[in-house]
């Protein structure tokens, strides 16, 4: 007896419903099949990486961290002008804008900066989006093998510009090796 059915596409699929055999129903083919492939898999090299003893190669393309990097005067680069936060796929970065006063102008470079800037590590998916779309090169993603660290708290995972601003040696160095090239 068979059983004619149309799936969505259009295309007539016949169903049968024979007996099945003695030997289909001791499953014994399907027994050697599944030994078969538990024995393949028992003698292939594991690839489990024991972490802190065992450090994983990263690929060239590799994007770590991100970080909001600083000019050769130690001032911010950001702008605050969004446009990382509007291409991140996740919606993982959020700010706000403040106006830059009088006796701010050695800390931010133009008039409009990012009095908050906090990206949520919980949603990021490292696809480094706000890097490209950011036009004045603030945001970055490192190569650093650091990865993001673990914690019990929620709250430890949305970095703020604590710990996103590219440290102020850090950026006197990088500035000093531009120079020299």
Known sequence: MSIETI???????????????????????AIVKGLFITLKHLFRKKV?????????EMSPVYRGQ???????????N???????ALSCPAEAITMKAAERKADEKHLYR??????????NMLRCIFCGLCEEACPKDAIYLTTSKVLVPSSYEREDF?????RLVMP????????QLNNAN
Do not use: W
Not at 78 to 84: D, E, S
Not at 158 to 162: A, L, M, N, P, S
Not at 168 to 174: E, G, P, Q, R, S
């Open 7 to 29: 799936s969505l596409s259009g295309r007539k699929k016949v169903v049968s419903n024979k007996e099945m055999t003695f030997m289909e129903r001791l499953y014994l083919v």
């Open 158 to 162: 949305i970095f703020g510009k604590d």
């Open 78 to 84: 950001c702008t605050a002008c969004g446009l990382c």
């Open 168 to 175: 102020l040696d850090v950026a006197i160095k990088n500035a």
């Open 110 to 119: 133009e008039e409009k900066y990012a009095s908050i800037y906090e990206i």
């Open 66 to 76: 991100h970080q909001l990097k600083r000019d050769e005067q130690g001032r911010e």
């Open 48 to 56: 489990t990486i024991h972490y802190p003893e065992q450090v994983r």
